[in-house]
């Protein structure tokens, strides 16, 4: 089969590996100038290694990615360690995933038990909480509640407000009080203390899964959006493309699901109305590059408490401040010590309009609260990216409103973050979802 890829992300590559492997002819198109979508790196000439857009990371449970790794003979440059997670708390950090003992539930238990303004009681019930999430294995069936109502029952209202409630707010912003608890069950239960990286970056890893790609014969064409997909007139599909219509017997589409809605104007109305309800946030990350370490205490992650889905009202007006180099060495980045702030937001947030000279003002000055030596001066460099697609919601019984991987125009395949449930979106995630279409399409292609 003639096969069409849209999107040279983890997804399109993975489905590309697997389709040229059958000796299809696969041509995967991406809009970019490199490949890598969401997860893709940038350099800079201080440094050896790429740095991701967004923090990227895997969990020792991302089992679909580290295997394809090490299908094409890379697993040898997967790394994993085990960074310090900490929690912000009125005025000081506290450690979370900070190894007290080798075992990393029973280092999360006895870290939760020095947390401040929580009962012992509390402590008890948020520690036993998480663990039987993680040993519970049917956790879909809690898609029926939303997690704002399940948990505080639960873990108890103090646990509640003072840990989970920040995070769904600060991950979904208005939304938080409508996701459902499936996800978060998936997340506890996934999650692992020990992070993994590959050597050069995840910018080094696709480049590696790229060339796997065209080893097999399959070809990535850059700087190639795609701009519309038509039923073929006799069978198949067209695709236009660089001034181009192209003939595919099959394509394949992993973008944003309003993307598809533009891509595909002959999409059946049920299945429409189906991808245009699906919700998702967009993301920004400011990076900065120190001359300095920023969180001397060595914590990779700090939670940071959104109490509130409008910004100004939390002590920090991002979610998440990520010291990247207190994961990986510095070394990496010539010295630099990299600093994430990074947030989720509906794209019509003024945060999404705002320069970055804007942005850096109100960013940076809450940065003294973490370190009160925090200076302007400690930056030789920074960055911005911002991302419209980054983060579905996943809403009540979401398991009901997922569209089907087939659409109903014959040979169209659609595989996107929005279909990734009960799981958290990820490259994990994107490989399993988009391998499992590539076997479809080989095994429909030879019922043929
Ligand atoms: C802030 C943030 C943090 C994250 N952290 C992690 C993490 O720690 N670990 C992890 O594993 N994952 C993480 N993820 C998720 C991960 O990046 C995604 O799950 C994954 O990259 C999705 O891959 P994909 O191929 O489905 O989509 P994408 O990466 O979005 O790829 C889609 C591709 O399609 C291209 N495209 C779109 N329209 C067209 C068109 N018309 N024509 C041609 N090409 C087109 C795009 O340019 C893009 O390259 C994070 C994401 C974000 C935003």
Not at 213 to 227: K, Q
Not at 296 to 322: C, I
Not at 403 to 420: A, E, N, R, W
């Amino acid at each position: 089969m003639r096969i069409a890829i849209i999107g040279a992300g983890a997804a399109g590559l993975a489905a590309a590996y697997d389709l040229a492997a059958e000796g299809h002819e696969v041509v995967v198109y991406e809009s970019g100038a490199v490949v890598g979508g969401l997860a893709a790196g940038f350099t800079d000439p201080a440094w050896e290694w790429s740095l991701e857009k967004f923090y990227h990371h895997w969990f020792y449970t991302d089992r679909d990615i580290l295997g394809l790794i090490d299908e094409i003979g890379k697993g040898d440059k997967v790394r994993f360690y085990s960074p310090r997670t900490s929690l912000w708390h009125e005025n000081g950090i506290y450690p979370l995933d900070a190894p007290v003992v080798k075992n990393a539930t029973l280092s999360r238990t006895v870290n939760v038990l020095r947390l401040p303004d929580l009962s012992l009681i509390d402590k008890i019930r948020f520690g036993l909480v998480g663990v039987l999430l993680k040993m519970y294995a049917n956790g879909l069936s809690l898609e029926k509640y939303t997690a704002d109502e399940w948990l505080p029952r639960w873990t108890g209202k103090s646990a509640h407000e003072m840990i989970w409630r920040p995070l769904l707010i600060g991950k979904f912003g208005p939304l938080y009080d409508q996701v459902n608890m499936a996800w978060m069950w998936a997340r506890a239960y996934k999650r692992t203390a020990q992070l993994g990286t590959y050597v050069g970056g995840f910018q080094a890893m696709l480049d590696d899964l790229a060339e796997a790609v065209t080893n097999r014969g399959g070809v990535i064409a850059l700087d190639s959006p795609v701009e519309q997909i038509v039923p073929g007139q006799a069978g198949g599909l067209d695709i236009e493309v660089n001034g181009r219509r192209e003939h595919f017997d099959r394509v394949m589409c992993t973008t944003a699901p309003n993307a598809l809605l533009k891509l595909v104007p002959d999409l059946p109305e049920d299945y429409a109305r189906k991808v245009g309800a699906l919700r998702s946030l967009g993301s920004l990350a400011l990076i900065l590059a120190l001359d300095r370490q920023l969180m001397a205490d060595g914590t990779y992650w700090l939670n940071l408490p959104a109490r509130s889905p409008v910004k100004q009202e939390n002590p920090f007006p991002f979610l998440a401040l990520v010291e990247h180099t207190n994961y990986l060495s510095k070394e990496h980045y010539g010295g630099d010590h990299i600093v994430y702030l990074g947030d989720y937001l509906p794209v019509d947030h003024e945060h999404f309009q705002m320069s970055e000279e804007e942005l850096s003002q109100r960013f940076l000055a809450s940065l003294k609260q973490v370190n009160p030596d925090f200076s302007p001066d400690w930056i030789r460099k920074q960055w911005l990216f911002r991302a419209p697609y980054s983060q579905p919601v996943p809403f009540v019984n979401h398991s009901q409103n997922i569209p089907d991987i087939h659409t109903p125009i014959g040979g169209l395949y659609f595989v996107s973050m929005s279909q990734v449930y009960p799981w958290d979106r990820g490259t994990n995630y994107a490989v399993e979802l988009a391998r499992r279409a590539a076997r479809m399409m080989i095994e429909e292609g030879s019922e043929k």
